[in-house]
């Protein structure tokens, strides 16, 4: 019975093959489908997703506080949570989270942008504009990783590319560079741009190209140690391009304080979920707080931004009194203290404010960068005095960008601040060490742009945690490990890489961070 309604359906089929097969391609396409992306959709979603991943938050997220941990910002009793403070050996894996997460979400999605727009010459902004995006996107995992899949990465769909080489960071690096300049090089105002797609700068193209020298800048003195004449030559080339010093030019990512989570601040958002959401100072969820070497610093020097980024709860009351202050130690053993509720946390109204934007590149980080230039001899566009009192006093404005009047810090304070942190006299090494400390400083939330600077400056001078059963032999890590499926996946390009490289550990030094 059964092999007669097969004969039945197949002479059914033969007798109307025509009709069967006439419409086939429009009755089987998804009407609600594009046949093409979009490319100010797409480029959008690479912004969020490339500052959440540069964060260490999206798709990763336990990145963000191990990269606050190991700069000292915050730590946990938990070892778990507290693993950036404390290099506790079986959470080592936790460090792979950012390779993980970054090359299906950003890079494969700026690559679409890039294939979209790349031969239509009226859309040169939208090109040049993703090929920045790019390389702050691929920076951020280089610096963590060293080598990684650069120049055949995102080719999985379009070339069936499915076990891309690991690039040689020096590679990558003077690639980028490349990149960067082309892109600054390629803007013109007088074409289309991504619009309000464009939530970094809605399309102006000057401070896209900004941004591009910013961003130059900041990898070229990544070569200091490695390459000092690249360095120099970048670094020059990057100051007289034009970088952001400005606040007006700042780069931000703007976010909602409602909605979907991927339009809320990816930083706050993590450490609201994390562990402050029950706003008591008692029952944070991974046991985190800010570390006593963050805040005593902070205390040390008198910092205004004390009482704005920090409060302690006291009887259920935030408090933001700069004396009553206090950070946790890193070594407490996986056992909650009795006086927990006394240390310091993130004040909600700024650090933890869901709606606040995300600083991507700031004029103090310029003003610092243009003064270690300045002290090498590589600019003399203005006395290395002079650039870093302009940083440390953006630096002090960057919190009211942040929070608005919550984050305001007043102008007798700020001059106060100012006028007892000028540059002092002293050898290089002395100078960069002031310069690099009040970097650390300026730089919090951002954990990751710190761990860069440390790793190539040295400073802040932070003491490593030798914590019983830690990965380093009691050292703070120099790079995060790759994740267990490259091995099995990837296992060719890996291997070259590790063979290239060194161990795949926490101590193998990049490329660029050279003793």
Same mark, same amino acid.
């Given at each position: 019975?059964?092999?007669?309604?097969?004969?039945?359906?197949?002479?059914?089929?033969?007798?109307?093959?025509?009709?069967?097969?006439?419409?086939?391609?429009?009755? *089987?396409?998804?009407?609600?489908?594009?046949?093409?992306?979009?490319?100010?959709?797409?480029?959008?979603?690479?912004?969020?997703?490339?500052?959440?991943?540069?964060?260490?938050?999206?798709?990763?997220?336990?990145?963000?506080?191990?990269?606050?941990?190991?700069?000292?910002?915050?730590?946990?009793?938990?070892?778990?949570?507290?693993?950036?403070?404390?290099?506790?050996?079986?959470?080592?894996?936790?460090?792979?989270?950012?390779?993980?997460?970054?090359?299906?979400?950003?890079?494969?999605?700026?690559?679409?942008?890039?294939?979209?727009?790349?031969?239509?010459?009226?859309?040169?902004?939208?090109?040049?504009?993703?090929?920045?995006?790019?390389?702050?996107?691929?920076?951020?995992?280089?610096?963590?990783?060293?080598?990684?899949?650069?120049?055949?990465?995102?080719?999985?769909?379009?070339?069936?590319?499915?076990?891309?080489?690991?690039?040689?960071?020096?590679?990558?690096?003077?690639?980028?560079?490349?990149?960067?300049?082309?892109?600054?090089?390629?803007?013109?105002?007088?074409?289309?741009?991504?619009?309000?797609?464009? =939530?970094?700068?809605?399309?102006?193209?000057?401070?896209?190209?900004?941004?591009?020298?910013?961003?130059?800048?900041?990898?070229?003195?990544?070569?200091?140690?490695?390459?000092?004449?690249?360095?120099?030559?970048?670094?020059?080339?990057?100051?007289?391009?034009?970088?952001?010093?400005?606040?007006?030019?700042?780069?931000?990512?703007?976010?909602?304080?409602?909605?979907?989570?991927?339009?809320?601040?990816?930083?706050?958002?993590?450490?609201?979920?994390?562990?402050?959401?029950?706003?008591?100072?008692?029952?944070?969820?991974?046991?985190?707080?800010?570390?006593?070497?963050?805040?005593?610093?902070?205390?040390?020097?008198?910092?205004?931004?004390?009482?704005?980024?920090?409060?302690?709860?006291?009887?259920?009351?935030?408090?933001?009194?700069?004396?009553?202050?206090?950070?946790?130690?890193?070594?407490?053993? *996986?056992?909650?203290?009795? *006086?927990?509720?006394?240390?310091?946390?993130?004040?909600?109204?700024?650090?933890?404010?869901?709606?606040?934007?995300? =600083?991507?590149?700031?004029?103090?980080?310029?003003?610092?960068?243009?003064?270690?230039?300045?002290?090498?001899?590589?600019?003399?566009?203005?006395?290395?005095?002079?650039?870093?009192?302009?940083?440390?006093?953006?630096?002090?404005?960057?919190?009211?960008?942040?929070?608005?009047?919550?984050?305001?810090?007043?102008?007798?304070?700020?001059?106060?601040?100012?006028?007892?942190?000028?540059?002092?006299?002293?050898?290089?090494?002395?100078?960069?060490?002031?310069?690099?400390?009040?970097?650390?400083?300026?730089?919090?939330?951002?954990?990751?742009?710190?761990?860069?600077?440390?790793?190539?400056?040295?400073?802040?001078? =932070?003491?490593?945690?030798?914590?019983?059963?830690?990965?380093?032999?009691?050292?703070?890590?120099?790079?995060?490990?790759?994740?267990?499926?490259?091995?099995?996946?990837?296992?060719?390009?890996?291997?070259?890489?590790?063979?290239?490289?060194?161990?795949?550990?926490?101590?193998?030094?990049?490329?660029?961070?050279?003793?």
């Amino acid at each position: 019975m059964k092999s007669r309604y097969i004969v039945a359906f197949i002479g059914l089929c033969v007798l109307t093959q025509s009709s069967c097969t006439k419409n086939f391609q429009a009755e *089987n396409t998804n009407p609600n489908a594009v046949s093409s992306p979009t490319p100010g959709f797409v480029f959008t979603k690479a912004l969020y997703d490339g500052m959440g991943n540069a964060s260490g938050v999206y798709g990763g997220s336990v990145m963000f506080p191990i990269l606050q941990g190991m700069m000292q910002y915050t730590t946990s009793y938990n070892d778990v949570a507290g693993f950036g403070s404390k290099y506790v050996s079986s959470q080592v894996t936790q460090s792979s989270a950012t390779f993980n997460a970054a090359y299906p979400d950003e890079i494969n999605e700026i690559g679409i942008v890039i294939k979209t727009v790349k031969n239509d010459p009226s859309k040169v902004n939208l090109l040049a504009a993703a090929r920045i995006w790019r390389v702050f996107c691929f920076s951020k995992i280089t610096d963590l990783y060293g080598d990684v899949p650069y120049s055949q990465a995102g080719l999985g769909y379009d070339s069936s590319l499915y076990k891309p080489a690991y690039d040689s960071q020096q590679s990558i690096y003077m690639n980028m560079l490349s990149e960067l300049d082309g892109a600054a090089q390629s803007l013109d105002a007088a074409k289309t741009t991504f619009g309000a797609a464009d =939530l970094i700068y809605a399309g102006n193209t000057a401070q896209w190209k900004k941004f591009a020298y910013s961003l130059m800048l900041r990898l070229a003195m990544r070569l200091t140690k490695v390459d000092p004449a690249s360095a120099q030559t970048w670094a020059t080339k990057a100051i007289n391009g034009g970088v952001i010093t400005a606040d007006a030019d700042v780069a931000k990512l703007p976010y909602l304080s409602s909605g979907q989570v991927i339009n809320q601040n990816p930083m706050a958002y993590n450490l609201w979920n994390s562990d402050y959401i029950a706003q008591n100072g008692s029952t944070n969820t991974e046991g985190g707080k800010y570390q006593d070497v963050w805040i005593n610093y902070l205390k040390s020097t008198n910092d205004p931004r004390l009482p704005i980024i920090s409060i302690v709860y006291n009887n259920g009351v935030p408090d933001t009194t700069a004396a009553n202050q206090k950070g946790m130690p890193s070594n407490i053993n *996986n056992v909650r203290p009795a *006086n927990f509720v006394t240390y310091s946390e993130p004040n909600p109204k700024t650090v933890l404010l869901l709606g606040s934007p995300q =600083l991507i590149f700031t004029p103090a980080e310029s003003y610092f960068l243009m003064t270690e230039a300045t002290l090498r001899g590589w600019y003399s566009g203005g006395s290395a005095a002079t650039l870093y009192t302009n940083g440390v006093q953006a630096a002090l404005r960057q919190w009211a960008i942040i929070a608005g009047s919550a984050g305001t810090i007043s102008a007798s304070a700020m001059n106060a601040y100012v006028s007892a942190n000028t540059l002092v006299a002293g050898t290089l090494d002395q100078q960069l060490s002031q310069v690099y400390t009040q970097f650390w400083v300026s730089i919090f939330p951002d954990g990751a742009e710190a761990f860069s600077s440390w790793r190539r400056t040295g400073y802040p001078a =932070l003491t490593p945690n030798n914590y019983p059963g830690n990965a380093t032999g009691g050292q703070i890590p120099r790079r995060m490990v790759y994740p267990t499926s490259e091995q099995n996946l990837n296992g060719a390009a890996y291997n070259a890489a590790v063979s290239r490289q060194g161990a795949d550990d926490l101590m193998t030094r990049v490329w660029w961070d050279k003793k």
